[in-house]
C-alpha cells in the first residue's frame, strides 16, 4: 500500500512529468492561456491516460511478448483511437469546450506525456495497479502544472513586461522558475 | 500544425520577393533548406518539438544524438509521406502518417541500442518519444504531402537540421555553464564554480526562453535597421 503512495506522490510532484521530465510542453505552453480551458484539457488527458495505462498493460501482458518490436506502433494506435473517442465524446456533451480547445484537442495524440507514461510504466516493470495509479499521479500532475501555469500567465498579463520580452520567453521562464519551486519536493520523502 | 501551414505561407511570399540569381529548380531547393535552418527554424521562430529539445540537452553529446536521430526519422518520413501521397486516403492520413514515422523510430531505436548502448542508455525513453515530435508530424502535413518528392527531402534535410542545430545550441550552453565543460573536456580549469541549476530540469527552461528572447532581440534589431536604412534611401541628400 505504500509503494502505491509513493508511486502516485512521486509522479503528481517530484517527478512531475512536465516540469522535470519535460513531457507535455506543447499544451502546456499552448493552452495555459486559459484557468478554466486548461483545467478541463487536464482533465481530458487523465481520461485519455488512465485508459492508455489499461490498454498498454493489457498489450504488455498477453501481446508484446511476442512481438516486443510492434511496442510503439501499438501504443501509438491505441492512444491515438481513444483521443478520437473523447474527441466524439466532448463535441457531443459540450460544444463550447469542444470549439476552447480547438486543434489542441486532437493534439492530445501527439502529448508526449501520453506516450510517455506508456513507455515509463512499460520500463518500470508496472504492474495493472500500480500503472493505474502512475496514471492516475501523472495526469493530476500534468492538470496541477498546466493550472499553475495557467494562473501565473494570467497574471502576468496584467504586469509591466517588456515588449520583446512577451510570449515564449517569458512563458519559458516562468516555467522555469516554477520548475526549480518543483524541485523543493525532491526531500519530501527522503527521510521515510 | 493549423499555425505552421499560416507560416509557410508568409514564408512564401518572402521567398518570391528576394530570390538569388541561380537556376529555377535549384533556387527552389536552395530556398527550402535556408527556410528550415535559419528563417522557419522549428525551435527558435516556430517552437514545436519542445519536449526532446529541454529533455535531453543537458549535454552537447547527448544533444546531438537526439539531433542524428530526429534527422534520420525526418528525412526518411518525408521522402516516404511524399512518395506515397497519391496513394494514402484523406480521412486517414494523420493516422498513416504517425504509423510511417513509428517505423522509422523503431528502427532507429534499435541502430541506436546496437551501436552505441552507452548513449542509448542515456537518452532512455525519449528515442521512442520522437514519434510523437509534433515538428516531424508538422512536416508531413504542411509540406511532404504536397510537394514533389525531391522538395520534400529538402525541406525535411533544412529543418532537421535547424532542429540539430537549435539543440547543439542548448546543449552546449548547458553543459559549459552547468559542468564548465564541451565534450567533455575540462575549459574553466578546477576554480570554476559549475551552476549545477543548469543541468536540472530549471536550467533548460531558462536557456531556452532566454535564447528566444536573444532571438526576438535579433529580428527586432534586423527590421529597425531595414527601417532606418529604408528612410536614408527615401531622403534626397
Same mark, same amino acid.
Given at each position: 500500500m505504500s509503494n502505491l503512495v509513493w508511486i502516485f506522490v512521486s509522479a503528481l510532484l517530484i517527478n512531475n512529468f512536465v516540469l522535470?521530465?519535460?513531457?507535455?510542453l506543447c499544451p502546456f505552453l499552448g493552452v495555459s492561456g486559459k484557468l478554466e480551458t486548461s483545467f478541463r484539457l487536464g482533465l481530458a488527458t487523465v481520461f485519455v491516460m488512465l485508459i492508455t495505462a489499461l490498454c498498454a498493460w493489457f498489450l504488455n501482458t498477453y501481446i508484446l511478448i511476442h512481438a516486443p518490436y510492434l511496442r510503439l506502433i501499438s501504443f501509438i494506435v491505441v492512444i491515438a483511437s481513444t483521443v478520437q473517442f473523447i474527441e466524439m465524446l466532448i463535441k457531443r456533451l459540450s460544444p463550447h469546450l469542444f470549439k476552447a480547445l480547438g486543434i489542441f484537442l486532437p493534439l492530445i495524440t501527439t502529448n508526449c506525456a501520453i506516450l510517455g507514461l506508456a513507455i515509463f510504466s512499460t520500463n518500470k516493470g508496472y504492474g495493472l495497479a500500480q500503472g493505474m495509479i502512475y496514471a492516475l499521479g501523472a495526469g493530476l500532475g500534468f492538470t496541477l502544472a498546466l493550472v499553475l501555469m495557467a494562473g501565473l500567465r494570467e497574471e502576468s498579463e496584467l504586469a509591466p513586461v517588456p515588449r520583446l520580452m512577451r510570449g515564449t520567453a517569458l512563458n519559458l521562464i516562468i516555467a522555469g522558475i516554477l520548475s526549480m519551486a518543483f524541485m523543493g519536493f525532491a526531500g519530501l520523502f527522503s527521510a521515510a | 500544425m493549423s499555425f505552421d501551414r499560416n507560416r509557410l505561407k508568409t514564408s512564401d511570399n518572402a521567398r518570391a520577393s528576394r530570390r538569388p540569381i541561380m537556376p529555377k529548380a535549384q533556387q527552389d531547393a536552395y530556398q527550402e533548406f535556408i527556410k528550415g535552418l535559419w528563417?522557419?527554424?522549428? !525551435?527558435? !521562430?516556430? !517552437?514545436?518539438?519542445?519536449c526532446p529539445i529541454l529533455a535531453v540537452t543537458n549535454s552537447a553529446v547527448n544533444a546531438l544524438a537526439m539531433g542524428g536521430a530526429t534527422f534520420f526519422v525526418l528525412v526518411t518520413s518525408s521522402f516516404l509521406v511524399s512518395s506515397l501521397k497519391r496513394w494514402i486516403p484523406r480521412q486517414v492520413r494523420i493516422s498513416t502518417y504517425v504509423i510511417i514515422i513509428a517505423t522509422f523510430v523503431t528502427v532507429t531505436d534499435f541502430a541506436l541500442q546496437a551501436l552505441v548502448p552507452q548513449i542509448h542508455k542515456e537518452l532512455g525513453a525519449f528515442i521512442p518519444l520522437i514519434v510523437v515530435n509534433c515538428m516531424i508530424l508538422g512536416r508531413q502535413e504542411a509540406f511532404a504531402s504536397k510537394n514533389s518528392v525531391r522538395l520534400a527531402v529538402v525541406d525535411a534535410l533544412g529543418m532537421a537540421s535547424g532542429f540539430l542545430f537549435a539543440l547543439f545550441a542548448l546543449g552546449g550552453v548547458r553543459e559549459i555553464l552547468g559542468e564548465g565543460r564541451f565534450f567533455g573536456i575540462d575549459l574553466f580549469g578546477p576554480e570554476f564554480e559549475p551552476w549545477v541549476i543548469m543541468i536540472l530540469p530549471p536550467g533548460g527552461f531558462l536557456t531556452l526562453g532566454l535564447l528566444l528572447l536573444f532571438f526576438s532581440w535579433v529580428k527586432e534589431r534586423k527590421e529597425q535597421l531595414a527601417e532606418r536604412l529604408a528612410d536614408m534611401q527615401g531622403e534626397p541628400s
Open positions: 522535470s521530465y519535460f513531457l507535455g | 528563417r522557419d527554424n522549428p !525551435v527558435f !521562430v516556430q !517552437v514545436l518539438g519542445m
